[in-house]
């Protein structure tokens, strides 16, 4: 699956933050393997944002698939077929912030991994996704090596923002009935 296919099954999930986005990362490898992972009961459950563009409600929800490990979905409001994306997710924390490991699911897919950051508080999910900015002439042999140079650039905005400085945010509210 190319980068333009990768972005289409995102949008699914984060149709906003593309929206606000340049392109986001992928990567072959995630930021650390799935074994360290930290949990996150907080995830779990569903999240609702709203499309700025066509005013439609997105959902997505977390289910624990493992004891480290979630499987997350979306249903493309857009879509008549109501076609739902699914999606690995798992959690790695450095230096105390929490990064979501993305993999998409399903026949056709690319396998490649993107990442966002997060924080939840009460019933509020803020996701930011990385963005390729400071990517593009970087190759990582191993997750121990991506995950250093995400470390080294926890600081630098451009590792959230896209080539016009803006940064792509998503704010989510946890559905409670």
Known sequence: MD?????????????VALTLAGCPFSSDLPLSSPADALPDDALTGRWKTQDKETRQWVTV???QYSEKEYVAWSRDPGEASGKIEAYRVFVTNIEGERFLNIQE????TSRVWSFANYHITGDALS????????FSTQTFSSSDALREFVRKNLRDPRLYASDDGKESVMNWQRVTN
Request: glycine residues 10%.
């Open 3 to 15: 980068a333009v296919s990768l972005r289409a099954g995102l949008i699914l999930m984060v149709v």
């Open 61 to 63: 929800e977390f289910l």
């Open 105 to 108: 699911l399903g026949p056709g």
């Open 127 to 134: 996701l930011r996704f990385v963005d390729d900015a400071l």
